[in-house]
């Protein structure tokens, strides 16, 4: 596990929960395609009540990957994502 150093808040962590966290360094797509290989019907995402499992998510994505695609994004190109903060 990184050393980090301590803040104030982690005296109110769980006992057991680090303060810190070592992940693989891998492409956020890539967590995302292994977790719905792995783990394809576990619920990855609730929002209103709906649930999409680690498969759907990965479908969706791949669909709004192609949609961009569709419209001329390449890889480099900038692309601002206008969100309600939820």
């Given at each position: 596990?990184?050393?980090?150093?301590?803040?104030?808040?982690?005296?109110?962590?769980?006992?057991?929960?680090?303060?810190s966290?070592?992940?693989?360094?891998?492409?956020?797509?890539?967590?995302?395609?292994?977790?719905?290989?792995?783990?394809?019907?576990?619920?990855?995402?609730?929002?209103?009540?709906?649930?999409?499992?680690?498969?759907?998510?990965?479908?969706?994505?791949?669909?709004?990957?192609?949609a961009?695609?569709?419209?001329?994004?390449?890889?480099?190109?900038?692309?601002?994502?206008?969100?309600?903060?939820?």
């Open positions: 596990m990184t050393h980090i150093h301590p803040r104030i808040w982690h005296q109110f962590y769980d006992e057991g929960v680090p303060p966290l070592d992940f693989e360094a891998l492409p956020l797509p890539a967590f995302l395609e292994r977790s719905a290989r792995d783990h394809g019907d576990a619920t990855a995402v609730i929002f209103l009540n709906s649930r999409l499992t680690y498969r759907q998510l990965q479908n969706e994505v791949d669909r709004f990957a192609t961009l695609a569709g419209l001329g994004v390449t890889s480099g190109t900038r692309v601002a994502i206008h969100l309600p903060n939820l």
